[in-house]
């Protein structure tokens, strides 16, 4: 049984409010725990198929939620289920004719057949959507545990009693159902993923975190994220019952939470040092293709989020290339030098990290983007937006968000029966899914960037 917790942070979990968790304390002590290194990007798509297939972002050819579809300069596409071609472990299982339950898991919309029951994920539109292999699945469910809550309506918002009311709602719907089918099902293999710590998170972060340059004591959400953890945990609780002793225990984030400082606005940036030229002035914040760039004299754009996705306009690879493919190698050097050296608003470092695809990546599939900048190393968002009048932004452009991602997740293992724990020790995302595969007899799959970890 694997319960996956989106943006779950180690810290929370194993230090600071672990004796208030007892049920993923009791799996610590009797197992083994440790930070689960996240996929690069650490962000929720791709890093679960990362996961859960064993192979990185360059293989899958999904390099985050948005991804260039060719080589012109606009077709972005979402990646949703059908960007995945990659075998799950719940593949590799159902060839074997074993049958699993996957609820929840991101990005499993459009829902696709597998052998056993699944739902799809937070991309679904609504609960009147086909969410459910087999398809009447959908009717038992609502019958049981009412109309399917594929994600909050936005967690990015000012109204933060309504949030959190949403957020408790939407969990409460997906351990129901999760409940339900690990009673109701004849499983060999079970996981379901719950975003509502990510939600949390990203609504509510500098109310709980003392660390946050914006936290106040005594504000009124200041437990709020502690009493969601304790929740989750009593929840979490009632399936162990479930599982039973003799089930292998799995609990795992695909990243963690930070502090997010501010946001380095990388396309004003580009402008003021001459690698982007847009055709006319910007009113008020706006992406700069909305404005129209000038791509006959533009060497470099970039897309924002939590990380940075850097693209050089290349001459023979894009439609209107202006870098020379010789200076191609210069060019990312003298980007990479700028941004690591580029420091907050009074010039002090904040340990920006570049990286290249060909470096992080076994292979590359897709587009990739040519650099990914994580700024302050996740401290500080990438704002896309032009029109802020400044690099550095202490406020998010798609809303109140006081959280990043942190590079590592967590994982709790504990065998069947609560064999001999084993110290804590790290781990890497794509260890997870050759581990599971291993408890079943089936070899790692090729190509894959992890291994299976020794005490599985």
């Not at 799996?27 to 650490?42: A, C, D, F, I």
């Not at 087999?134 to 949030?163: Q, S, W």
């Not at 420091?343 to 990546?361: C, H, L, N, Q, R």
Request: aromatic share 10%.
């Amino acid at each position: 049984m694997v319960l996956g917790l989106d943006c779950a942070a180690p810290e929370l979990v194993f230090d600071r409010w672990r004796d208030q968790l007892p049920n993923l304390n009791r799996l610590m002590t009797q197992g083994v725990y440790g930070p689960l290194e996240s996929s690069l990007p650490p962000i929720t798509v791709p890093a679960w198929a990362c996961m859960m297939s064993g192979k990185d972002p360059g293989y899958l050819g999904v390099y985050g939620f948005r991804n260039r579809k060719d080589r012109s300069y606009d077709n972005l596409s979402m990646a949703t289920s059908l960007a995945f071609k990659e075998d799950m472990v719940w593949d590799h299982l159902g060839r074997l004719g074993k049958k699993s339950v996957v609820l929840s898991f991101p990005p499993s919309y459009p829902v696709k057949p597998i052998s056993g029951w699944s739902t799809s994920c937070f991309l679904t539109p609504n609960a009147k959507s086909a969410y459910t292999h087999p398809p009447e699945l959908k009717e038992e469910l609502e019958r049981a545990t009412g109309a399917y809550i594929p994600d909050v309506m936005n967690f990015r918002t000012d109204d933060k009693a309504n949030l959190l009311q949403q957020i408790h709602a939407m969990a409460k719907n997906h351990y129901d159902q999760a409940e339900y089918m690990a009673k109701e099902k004849d499983w060999d293999f079970f996981m379901m993923v719950e975003m509502g710590v990510d939600r949390i998170h990203h609504g509510l972060w500098k109310y709980c975190s003392p660390t946050h340059p914006r936290f106040v004591p005594g504000n009124p959400y200041e437990n709020s994220i502690r009493d969601f953890y304790i929740y989750s945990d009593q929840r979490i609780g009632k399936l162990l019952e479930l599982a039973g002793p003799d089930t292998a225990i799995l609990v795992v984030s695909d990243h963690g939470a930070r502090d997010m400082i501010g946001g380095i606005c990388i396309n004003e940036w580009l402008i003021q040092e001459g690698y982007l030229k847009l055709n006319g002035p910007v009113e008020g914040l706006q992406n700069p293709t909305k404005v129209g760039i000038d791509w006959e004299n533009t060497k470099v754009w970039a897309e924002g989020g939590y990380y940075s996705r850097i693209f050089l306009n290349v001459r023979g690879r894009e439609p209107k290339g202006t870098v020379a493919p010789e200076d191609y190698d210069n060019l990312r050097a003298e980007l990479t030098e700028k941004l690591t050296a580029l420091g907050d608003e009074t010039g002090a470092s904040i340990g920006t990290v570049i990286y290249k695809p060909e470096d992080i990546y076994k292979k590359i599939n897709g587009i990739a983007p040519d650099l990914l900048a994580l700024f302050g190393d996740l401290s500080w968002r990438a704002v896309g937006t032009v029109g802020h009048g400044s690099i550095h932004t202490r406020e998010n452009d798609t809303g109140p968000d006081d959280a990043n991602h942190a590079r590592d997740g967590l994982y709790i293992y504990s065998a069947p029966q609560g064999e001999t724990p084993v110290s804590p020790r790290r781990a890497a995302l794509y260890d997870i899914a050759p581990s599971i595969l291993k408890l079943y007899g089936i070899p790692a799959p090729a190509n894959g960037a992890g291994q299976a970890l020794d005490f599985f």
